[in-house]
Every structure is written in C-alpha cells, then in structure tokens.
C-alpha cells in the first residue's frame, strides 16, 4: 500500500462534513482494536511486537493518538493481516468484520 493512497484517503476523509480527523482516529482504532481481539492478543503483547509502549496502543485504539501511516503499516504487518482485510480497515463505511 503506498504512502500516497493513504494520505489520498485521510485527504478524502477530512473532506466529508460527516467525518472529522478525531472520528477517523477513533474509529480505525477501534477497527485495530477489533482485528487485534479477535486474532487473541493482547495490547502488551502487540506493544513487543510493534516497539511500543502499551499505552500507546490504548491510546491508538481509543482515538487519543493518531495512528500513523508507519504504525498502521507496521500493525498490519505484525498480525500477518491479508491485503484485502487491510483495505478494508480503511473503507469508508461500516466495517466488514470477517
């Protein structure tokens, strides 16, 4: 996924009246947070995994911190997540959890 499609999409996202920046962080953490539940693992674990603190990853997945392009990658990559399920934490919309 390049730099550019991502910085397109929060460009696109920050553009619609109905999305503001702080309900797009909540709501790819809360998408994160959801992949992260659902494979068993837990904040501190993923924080090993990522070079992070725990709170930093409770605070991506709650929306106090935005997550960047480089944790957003590096958290794709550590759960091993299939390009489709990644893009489809970035759609708009309600998420297709599968």
Known sequence: MSPNFVKQFT???ESSPSLSSERL???LGLRL????KKLGI???YLADMLHRDQTAISKMECGARQVSVPD?????RALDLPLE???ELLK???YKDE
């Open 42 to 44: 837990s904040q501190s």
């Open 11 to 13: 460009e696109f996202c």
């Open 85 to 87: 399920q990644v893009v």
């Open 72 to 76: 957003f990658l590096m958290w794709c």
């Open 92 to 94: 708009i919309g309600p």
């Open 33 to 36: 947070q959801v992949v992260r």
């Open 25 to 27: 962080d909540q709501e």
